[in-house]
Nanobody
Framework: QVQLVESGGGLVQPGGSLRLSCVAS????????MGWYRQAPGKQRELVGI??????TYADSVKGRFTISRDNAKNTLYLQMNNLKPEDTAAYYC?????????WGQGTQVTVSS
């Protein structure tokens, strides 16, 4: 298993940007798909984007606005979020699937409001 710790959430105005970080307790990028999910109040958790083996896939709702990247030396996964909209308001979670087991971070809240 792996421990994941997210950070970087906060309050931002519509049209603004935030960058979320997810630090993994060990190096797993080459052996495990990693992704970002989000959950708004009263809604199910949904996939934002997932990356593995040089390929990254995004939900239609965030394509062109969000970008997943990583720093292998720091065991850190990032989510750059631009042109944020009120409907992006949610708790954002980092995920790793290692040996068919899911690991989740504690989540970081993103609120988009004027």
């Amino acid at each position: 298993q792996v421990q994941l710790v997210e950070s970087g959430g906060g309050l931002v105005q519509p049209g603004g940007s935030l960058r979320l970080s997810c630090v993994a307790s060990r190096s797993i990028f080459s052996i495990a798909p990693m992704g970002w999910y989000r959950q708004a109040p009263g809604k199910q958790r949904e996939l934002v984007g997932i990356t593995f083996g040089g390929s990254t896939t995004y939900a239609d709702s965030v394509k062109g606005r969000f970008t997943i990247s990583r720093d292998n030396a720091k065991n850190t996964l990032y989510l750059q979020m631009n042109n944020l909209k009120p409907e992006d308001t949610a708790a954002y979670y980092c995920n790793a699937r290692l040996n068919n087991l899911d690991s989740w971070g504690q989540g970081t809240q993103v609120t988009v409001s004027s």
